[in-house]
């Protein structure tokens, strides 16, 4: 698949890398995580476009090297929801009785936007994959 490269001229991707569309990177997702078509097609679809946003990539122009980031990512989101259900519940890591106050366990890894949204070490990851806005 031909798309514009990092000058924003046509041509092949960096690396002479393949390219996937939306709906292609969707179906190896979900296929190669052994899901059934369609069980969760939204949150792949919000991880597929999240990534494109912050690389600003086309949705018809998807390298196929990310694949591995996002199916992590998924993956991550799945084990996280299955563990300990949908949504975020944060650890506790005090509780004081005199004054009522809560304490909340803050690491990188157990952050809503670490979980749910790209963390520091996903955008390390995309950062090579980054385009220049304007250059779709």
Known sequence: M??????????????????????????????????????HKLLISDVIRMVCDYCNLSEN????????????????????EEANGTGYHPEVASIKEGDGSITWVQTDGNTKESIYGLSSSDKAALRRHRRLRGYD
């Open 2 to 39: 031909r798309c514009l490269n990092l000058f924003g001229m046509p041509g092949l991707l960096q690396n002479k890398e393949a390219a996937m569309t939306f709906s292609e990177m969707l179906e190896t997702v979900e296929k190669n995580l052994e899901l059934a078509a369609g069980e």
């Open 61 to 80: 122009c998807i390298p196929d090297i990310l694949e591995p980031v996002i199916r992590k990512k998924v993956k991550g989101i799945l084990n996280y």
